[in-house]
């Protein structure tokens, strides 16, 4: 199987470098659709951050849908950065796979997010004890 870039014109692809193609050969085109306006989620405009970081945001948020059980990812923002707080029942059954996932999107994409895993069960301890930590994730944006 091989690629070659080609170019749409009065009906017909054509091929924009030379090739040797027999007649009668089938193939698959793929294209890219121009001014086609992909919808954002709702909380991409309430975060203050350069697109690349949001796009690696919505990645890892649709990676981790597909991977584990999570109530809630919610990201906070302060003058030093974000940081991402994934909700979840046990976060000892789920912390190796949002840590592997975190880390592929860092790959792929070169922009770290600092994760943090934290159980239902430890959220409503530091609600109830008036940890200032609880009011920070509570006050920080979904992007489930």
């Given at each position: 199987?091989?690629?070659?870039?080609?170019?749409?014109?009065?009906?017909?692809?054509?091929?924009l470098e030379d090739l040797?193609?027999?007649e009668g050969t089938e193939g698959i085109v793929v294209y890219v659709e121009k001014n086609v306006k992909i919808q954002k989620p709702s909380w991409w405009n309430k975060l203050n951050l350069e697109k690349r970081k949001k796009e690696a945001l919505l990645n890892f948020s649709k990676e981790i849908s597909k991977k584990v059980i999570f109530n809630d990812i919610k990201v906070t923002q302060n003058?030093?950065?974000?940081?991402?707080?994934v909700l979840v029942e046990n976060e000892f059954e789920s912390l190796k796979t949002i840590m592997e996932t975190a880390l592929k999107i860092y790959e792929s994409s070169g922009v770290y997010l600092p994760?943090?895993?934290i159980s239902q069960r430890r959220l409503q301890r530091w609600k109830?004890?008036?940890?200032?930590v609880y009011q920070t994730i509570d006050n920080g944006i979904s992007i489930k």
């Amino acid at each position: 199987m091989k690629a070659v870039k080609v170019v749409f014109k009065n009906g017909v692809f054509i091929p924009l470098e030379d090739l040797e193609v027999p007649e009668g050969t089938e193939g698959i085109v793929v294209y890219v659709e121009k001014n086609v306006k992909i919808q954002k989620p709702s909380w991409w405009n309430k975060l203050n951050l350069e697109k690349r970081k949001k796009e690696a945001l919505l990645n890892f948020s649709k990676e981790i849908s597909k991977k584990v059980i999570f109530n809630d990812i919610k990201v906070t923002q302060n003058e030093e950065g974000i940081e991402v707080f994934v909700l979840v029942e046990n976060e000892f059954e789920s912390l190796k796979t949002i840590m592997e996932t975190a880390l592929k999107i860092y790959e792929s994409s070169g922009v770290y997010l600092p994760i943090q895993v934290i159980s239902q069960r430890r959220l409503q301890r530091w609600k109830e004890k008036g940890n200032p930590v609880y009011q920070t994730i509570d006050n920080g944006i979904s992007i489930k």
